[in-house]
């Protein structure tokens, strides 16, 4: 009796909690949108579905089966479907993270320690391909190497050789493979960055002392100190590279070069729904290795390589000597290369009337201010009087800026509970939870939320084919990214400050608006912005959620693509390259003059 | 103004005891400084009395309001205790100027704009800050930080000031002034003041009382010079005072009454108290040194000398027994030199070596 009055106590003391209230709100609703759409794409997978009936005779919708799961594993379909896609995944995902490693550990020594003139503005370029929809970079390649062998307008390469590209070149392993890399290699770079830069040159310094030389120090003790972050580097990339729809889908769809990605996309276009979902699972779990992984091996590790920073650090820059013009010019000419160059290309290819013929009286700016046109690209207007991309362009701002507001609000949310209360069990549930979409490959988060939001679900609508479906996708896919900055905002706030207003009888609500949020508002909005760009540039996730009612920039042009309207959908990915651009120079620029007075310490 | 009445209060983080039955009044108008070393559980009674911590156990009364009671469970939020406090960062609001960091407090009472402008204008006036009004707590001084936090406090005009280690933050100098300014204030008030340090000058110099406290329990309850004098137990004898006591484990060789020894020194302590096994307390300046002479000779030595301003101390050796004595500045001492030692014995306290307690004195 009296242990039960007691637990009645602490139960009304903790439900007159607001924050308690919250958490609990919280995690149900986050269940809601990320456990539960993962049981139901598991679900569906082992059950008959209603279209399963023309696969077999044996299908009762609703019954359990493995059907799909060995239609997909073990039958004559399985190589097709699932393990040469397999094997490209892993084949394009290895030889590009290896080129983006080399490229960008290269490219960080560069930027980092030696003295290489131009740093100040090689980095931005050098970061650009990461900016930029992976999906432009796939289309630059594609104007160049296009082959009419495959089918379609020869591509620049033709152009100016007047041979046709040999075909491993134009689609397959090695084309997408390089530009996954072109894609990714900054990704690579930023994070080797962050650890040569904490790299206290006194280690080599005294290592210079007891008499090794320059390549015995790079040997034993700076690449011993920087490998776990080249590890972490290395499996984050690969686990991103498996998850890329978009880009292996332009580049190796027209010779029927899948990965798992891509077959996912495809077989839905067949209706092989519950097929499409176990492939999504596969994905999945890859993903889920490569994060266990870095986790276990690479986390532990990397603890103990921990520099310490603080008193007496420095960081010496090496003389790269003659050297060093040459260098400066061969790292310049890259950043072009990847950085300008696609950019550029597709401008160029967006200026032309007749694709694929590279000649001067062939320009022309009908694909950007023209009107509708009969004989050219099947009527379709110019991008400023197309109504199908003018209502894309709003679709997209709205998207944008919808999601990345409210994914930043609930993430400061989540922050706030998890680091105000550290000790408490649903707490850490809640920030687990929160991080989860980050596990998931996007376009199989977009199958889960097609199988789950197809139908009615209790109390919510089907919400398929609905701008709020992919609003809501699009926050809990920055969850994890929001949450982690709106922790590091939070952690700066001192905990005595929100007790000093506390005391003064300021209630939560009071507090969170008064104290917390203009607290946290830099750090937030910067998150925002992140989160704004992001989903802008994002397709992967969203493509199998879009209905033309629901068009956004990137599915507009992937829809000019694959219908071989090379100008159009040139320009609209150029457009969202454009705007993603302009949000990072914002980004950069608010870094840059950031509320000083918010950020100096307390004595 | 009111007093503050805490009775059997208990607070545990998991096996952790931080506080353990602490019963504790403290008298209207009361400056009463919370003493102890870090851990000993001062923070936490300060943040019970304050309602940013819940205690598991026990009463806190502050006037005639029932604020806390776990029988009755009863909890008031920390808004509605009529209380201030001065946090030990400061906790300013970094992104409002010091005035309004000061207003923050009167809107939430909703106070009328002009009655609230008027004790913004008094409490700005009486600190010095009135110049510094619109400026942001980043462009401002350790020291005037301090006083905005001392400023946030007053301007509210609680009956009860909660001061968690409000000057540790400050150099020797500055801290030394804002002791003098921190007393006047409470006393221009008349609030009732509860004050965290670890630091004994600070408590022996503003305290009307000093608790001292170990491991959640309170040790002692006292006026600062009674503390200094009469140290209840041995951890509070070795606690307050710099340099430290004396403390001499002591025997009392058979039929000697108020003879006690431990082997290297032999000492008349005055009086008989009951237990044979006793602790000496002698602060270093109720020792007395002299050189020996060739008839009175002594096997205690000068191990080294420390000069300090107007006095010296100096360590005194004699075979396991170290000793600490204060002396004035124009003794010269050569290292190695052997002194004698005598004791005030009026001043010396006497412990029970098994319990560590103070053993009273007869009267007369």
Same mark, same amino acid.
């Given at each position: 009796?009296?242990?039960?009055?007691?637990?009645?106590?602490?139960?009304?003391?903790?439900?007159?909690?607001?924050?308690?209230?919250?958490?609990i709100?919280?995690?149900?609703?986050?269940?809601?949108?990320?456990?539960?759409?993962?049981?139901?794409?598991?679900?569906?997978?082992?059950?008959?579905?209603?279209?399963?009936?023309?696969?077999?005779?044996?299908?009762?919708?609703?019954?359990?089966?493995?059907?799909?799961?060995?239609q997909?594993?073990a039958?004559?379909?399985?190589?097709?479907?699932?393990?040469?896609?397999l094997?490209?995944t892993?084949?394009t995902?290895?030889?590009?993270?290896?080129?983006?490693?080399?490229?960008?550990?290269?490219?960080?020594?560069?930027?980092?320690?030696?003295?290489?003139?131009?740093?100040?503005?090689?980095q931005p370029?050098?970061?650009?391909?990461?900016?930029?929809?992976?999906?432009?970079?796939?289309?630059?390649?594609?104007?160049?190497?296009?082959?009419?062998?495959?089918?379609?307008?020869?591509g620049?390469y033709?152009?100016?050789?007047?041979?046709?590209?040999?075909?491993?070149?134009?689609?397959?392993t090695?084309p997408i493979?390089?530009?996954?890399?072109?894609?990714?290699?900054?990704?690579?770079?930023?994070?080797v960055?962050?650890?040569?830069?904490?790299?206290?040159?006194?280690?080599?310094?005294?290592?210079?002392?007891s008499?090794?030389?320059?390549?015995?120090?790079?040997?034993?003790?700076?690449?011993?100190?920087?490998?776990?972050?080249f590890?972490?580097?290395?499996?984050?990339?690969?686990?991103?590279?498996?998850?890329?729809?978009?880009?292996?889908?332009?580049?190796?769809?027209?010779?029927?070069?899948?990965?798992?990605?891509?077959?996912?996309?495809?077989t839905?276009?067949?209706g092989?729904?519950?097929m499409?979902y176990?492939?999504?699972?596969?994905?999945?779990?890859?993903?889920?290795?490569?994060?266990?992984?870095s986790?276990?091996?690479?986390?532990?590790?990397?603890?103990?390589?921990?520099?310490?920073s603080?008193?007496?650090?420095?960081?010496?820059?090496?003389?790269?000597?003659?050297?060093?013009?040459?260098?400066?010019l061969?790292?310049?000419?890259?950043?072009?290369?990847?950085?300008?160059?696609?950019?550029?290309?597709?401008?160029y290819?967006?200026?032309?009337?007749?694709?694929?013929?590279f000649?001067?009286?062939?320009f022309?700016l009908?694909f950007?201010?023209?009107?509708?046109?009969?004989?050219?690209?099947m009527?379709?207007?110019?991008?400023?009087?197309?109504?199908?991309?003018?209502?894309?362009?709003?679709?997209?701002?709205?998207?944008?800026?919808?999601?990345?507001?409210?994914?930043?609000?609930?993430?400061?949310l989540?922050?706030?509970?998890?680091?105000?209360?550290?000790?408490?069990?649903?707490?850490? &549930? *809640?920030?687990?939870? /929160?991080?989860?979409?980050? +596990?998931?490959p @996007?376009?199989?988060? $977009?199958?889960?939320?097609? %199988?789950?939001?197809?139908?009615p679900?209790?109390?919510?609508p089907?919400?398929?084919?609905?701008?709020? &479906? *992919?609003?809501l996708? /699009?926050?809990?896919?920055? +969850?994890?990214? @929001?949450?982690?900055? $709106?922790?590091?905002?939070? %952690?700066?706030?001192?905990?005595?400050?929100?007790?000093?207003?506390?005391?003064?009888?300021?209630?939560?609500?009071?507090?969170?608006?008064?104290i917390v949020?203009p607290l946290?508002?830099s750090?937030?909005?910067t998150?925002?912005?992140?989160?704004?760009?992001?989903?802008?540039?994002?397709?992967?996730?969203?493509?199998?959620?879009i209905t033309?009612?629901?068009?956004?920039?990137?599915?507009?042009?992937?829809?000019?693509?694959?219908?071989?309207?090379?100008?159009?959908?040139?320009?609209?990915?150029?457009?969202?390259?454009?705007l993603?651009?302009?949000?990072?120079?914002?980004?950069?620029?608010?870094?840059?003059?950031k509320?000083v007075?918010?950020?100096?310490?307390?004595? | 103004?009111?007093?503050?009445?805490i009775?059997?209060?208990?607070k545990?983080?998991?096996?952790?005891?931080?506080?353990?039955?602490?019963?504790?009044?403290?008298?209207?108008?009361?400056?009463l400084?919370?003493?102890g070393?870090s851990?000993?559980?001062?923070?936490?009674?300060?943040?019970?009395?304050?309602g940013?911590?819940?205690?598991?156990?026990?009463?806190?009364?502050?006037?005639?309001?029932?604020?806390?009671?776990?029988?009755?469970?009863?909890?008031?939020?920390?808004?509605e205790?009529?209380?201030?406090?001065?946090?030990?960062?400061?906790?300013?609001?970094?992104?409002?100027?010091?005035?309004?960091?000061?207003?923050?407090?009167?809107?939430?009472?909703?106070?009328p704009?002009?009655?609230?402008?008027?004790r913004?204008?008094?409490?700005?006036?009486?600190?010095?800050?009135?110049?510094?009004?619109?400026?942001?707590p980043?462009?401002?001084?350790?020291?005037?930080?301090?006083?905005?936090?001392?400023?946030r406090?007053l301007?509210?005009?609680?009956?009860?000031?909660?001061?968690?280690?409000?000057?540790?933050?400050l150099d020797a100098?500055?801290?030394?002034?804002?002791?003098?300014?921190?007393?006047?204030?409470?006393?221009?008030?008349?609030?009732?003041?509860v004050?965290?340090?670890?630091?004994?000058?600070?408590?022996?110099?503003?305290?009307?009382?000093?608790?001292?406290?170990?491991?959640?329990?309170?040790?002692?309850?006292?006026p600062p010079?009674?503390?200094?004098?009469?140290?209840?137990?041995?951890?509070?004898?070795?606690?307050?005072?710099?340099?430290?006591?004396?403390?001499?484990?002591?025997?009392?060789?058979?039929?000697?009454?108020?003879?006690?020894?431990?082997?290297?020194?032999?000492?008349?302590i005055?009086?008989?108290?009951?237990?044979?096994?006793?602790?000496?307390?002698?602060?270093?300046?109720?020792?007395?040194?002299?050189?020996?002479?060739?008839?009175?000779?002594?096997?205690?030595?000068?191990?080294?000398?420390?000069?300090?301003?107007?006095?010296?101390?100096?360590?005194?050796?004699?075979?396991?027994?170290?000793?600490?004595?204060?002396?004035?500045?124009?003794?010269?001492?050569?290292?190695?030199?052997?002194?004698?030692?005598?004791?005030d014995?009026?001043?010396?306290?006497?412990?029970?070596?098994?319990?560590?307690?103070?053993?009273?004195?007869?009267?007369?």
């Amino acid at each position: 009796m009296e242990t039960l009055l007691i637990r009645s106590d602490f139960l009304t003391k903790t439900l007159k909690d607001p924050v308690n209230l919250l958490l609990i709100a919280l995690l149900t609703v986050l269940s809601y949108l990320i456990l539960w759409p993962f049981f139901e794409l598991i679900l569906q997978t082992i059950t008959w579905g209603d279209g399963d009936r023309r696969l077999s005779r044996a299908a009762i919708p609703g019954e359990h089966t493995w059907f799909h799961w060995l239609q997909v594993t073990a039958s004559p379909l399985s190589s097709k479907i699932l393990y040469e896609p397999l094997i490209n995944t892993l084949k394009t995902g290895l030889i590009s993270t290896v080129l983006a490693l080399l490229a960008g550990g290269m490219l960080a020594w560069c930027v980092v320690r030696s003295d290489i003139p131009g740093k100040n503005w090689l980095q931005p370029i050098l970061t650009l391909p990461y900016i930029v929809p992976s999906f432009a970079i796939a289309l630059a390649w594609e104007s160049l190497f296009r082959s009419p062998k495959v089918g379609g307008q020869p591509g620049l390469y033709q152009a100016l050789f007047d041979l046709s590209p040999p075909e491993w070149l134009s689609y397959g392993t090695f084309p997408i493979s390089v530009t996954l890399a072109i894609h990714y290699f900054p990704f690579a770079y930023l994070l080797v960055c962050g650890a040569l830069a904490t790299i206290d040159s006194q280690m080599e310094e005294s290592a210079l002392i007891s008499g090794a030389s320059r390549m015995m120090i790079l040997r034993r003790v700076t690449f011993p100190v920087v490998a776990p972050a080249f590890a972490a580097a290395f499996i984050l990339t690969f686990g991103k590279t498996i998850g890329q729809f978009a880009l292996p889908f332009l580049l190796g769809a027209p010779t029927q070069f899948h990965t798992v990605a891509t077959m996912v996309y495809a077989t839905l276009a067949l209706g092989l729904d519950s097929m499409a979902y176990v492939l999504a699972i596969v994905l999945i779990v890859m993903s889920l290795m490569a994060i266990w992984l870095s986790n276990r091996y690479v986390g532990k590790k990397s603890g103990r390589f921990e520099t310490i920073s603080g008193k007496g650090f420095r960081n010496r820059q090496v003389s790269l000597g003659s050297w060093r013009w040459p260098i400066f010019l061969g790292v310049a000419l890259f950043a072009f290369v990847v950085g300008i160059l696609p950019l550029l290309l597709l401008g160029y290819q967006s200026l032309m009337l007749f694709d694929g013929f590279f000649d001067l009286s062939n320009f022309t700016l009908h694909f950007w201010i023209g009107e509708s046109d009969p004989e050219i690209a099947m009527g379709e207007p110019g991008v400023l009087h197309n109504h199908n991309i003018v209502g894309a362009v709003w679709n997209t701002l709205e998207l944008a800026f919808l999601s990345a507001v409210i994914a930043s609000l609930i993430g400061l949310l989540i922050a706030y509970i998890v680091v105000r209360k550290p000790n408490n069990h649903l707490a850490k &549930l *809640l920030d687990q939870v /929160s991080f989860i979409p980050f +596990l998931f490959p @996007s376009i199989a988060f $977009g199958a889960m939320y097609l %199988t789950m939001f197809a139908e009615p679900n209790g109390p919510i609508p089907a919400l398929y084919g609905t701008f709020t &479906l *992919l609003v809501l996708i /699009s926050v809990v896919n920055r +969850l994890p990214y @929001s949450v982690k900055t $709106g922790v590091t905002a939070i %952690t700066q706030i001192g905990k005595e400050l929100e007790e000093a207003a506390e005391v003064a009888g300021a209630s939560w609500r009071h507090r969170f608006q008064k104290i917390v949020i203009p607290l946290a508002s830099s750090g937030a909005l910067t998150g925002m912005m992140v989160s704004f760009v992001g989903v802008m540039r994002e397709l992967s996730l969203i493509i199998l959620l879009i209905t033309p009612s629901t068009r956004v920039l990137m599915s507009v042009g992937f829809n000019y693509a694959e219908e071989g309207l090379t100008q159009l959908s040139h320009a609209l990915v150029l457009i969202v390259a454009v705007l993603t651009i302009i949000g990072e120079l914002i980004l950069w620029w608010a870094g840059k003059s950031k509320f000083v007075r918010l950020r100096e310490k307390e004595t | 103004m009111s007093n503050i009445k805490i009775q059997k209060l208990t607070k545990r983080y998991g096996d952790m005891l931080a506080l353990n039955d602490v019963s504790l009044t403290i008298e209207s108008g009361e400056f009463l400084i919370l003493l102890g070393p870090s851990g000993c559980g001062k923070t936490t009674l300060l943040r019970c009395i304050a309602g940013l911590e819940t205690p598991d156990e026990g009463q806190i009364i502050i006037g005639d309001k029932v604020v806390f009671c776990s029988e009755k469970n009863i909890f008031i939020s920390p808004g509605e205790r009529n209380l201030g406090m001065v946090f030990q960062s400061y906790a300013l609001w970094p992104h409002m100027t010091v005035r309004e960091n000061m207003k923050f407090g009167l809107d939430v009472m909703k106070m009328p704009v002009q009655q609230a402008d008027k004790r913004l204008a008094k409490v700005l006036t009486d600190l010095g800050m009135s110049e510094l009004q619109d400026r942001y707590p980043s462009e401002l001084s350790g020291g005037q930080q301090q006083r905005v936090a001392l400023g946030r406090l007053l301007a509210a005009e609680p009956a009860v000031f909660l001061m968690d280690e409000p000057l540790s933050n400050l150099d020797a100098r500055l801290r030394m002034d804002m002791r003098v300014e921190l007393k006047k204030f409470q006393a221009s008030t008349g609030s009732t003041t509860v004050y965290v340090t670890h630091d004994q000058t600070e408590a022996m110099t503003m305290a009307t009382r000093v608790v001292v406290m170990k491991n959640g329990n309170i040790q002692q309850v006292s006026p600062p010079t009674q503390l200094y004098k009469n140290p209840q137990n041995t951890f509070v004898a070795d606690f307050i005072g710099m340099p430290r006591i004396n403390l001499l484990s002591a025997k009392r060789p058979k039929g000697a009454g108020s003879v006690f020894t431990n082997g290297d020194i032999e000492l008349d302590i005055g009086w008989c108290p009951d237990q044979n096994e006793i602790i000496i307390g002698a602060r270093p300046e109720d020792l007395a040194i002299c050189k020996a002479t060739k008839h009175k000779s002594s096997n205690f030595a000068v191990s080294s000398v420390l000069p300090n301003g107007p006095e010296v101390i100096v360590q005194l050796i004699g075979g396991s027994t170290s000793l600490l004595a204060r002396v004035n500045h124009d003794v010269n001492l050569q290292q190695g030199e052997l002194m004698e030692i005598s004791f005030d014995k009026k001043a010396l306290n006497i412990y029970d070596a098994e319990t560590g307690q103070l053993i009273n004195r007869p009267e007369g």
